[in-house]
């Protein structure tokens, strides 16, 4: 059984007085936690480095692309 699991077991048989301030805590440990976790970022960023390459390869192409345009006329 996982936590998440055990928790919701637990809860069914506690008094709603506990289970309302368990919900208040909760929604209180919620807020605190940063929308994004360092996991993510770090997945994140490990792919900045392909983005940025990408975004060098695709000016590189059109800046060239723009010269042979200026060449031509």
């Known amino acids: 059984m996982n ?3 055990e928790l919701l077991q637990e809860l ?22 940063p929308p994004l976790d360092f996991m993510d970022f770090a997945g994140i960023a490990a792919d900045i480095g392909n983005t940025m390459d990408d975004l060098v390869a695709t000016s590189e192409r059109d800046r060239q692309q ?4 200026l060449q031509e006329s």
């Open 3 to 5: 936590p998440k699991q």
């Open 12 to 33: 069914e048989t506690t008094p709603i007085t506990i289970v309302l301030q368990l919900l208040a805590f909760l929604r209180f440990l919620k807020a605190q936690k």
């Open 66 to 69: 723009d010269l042979n345009r």
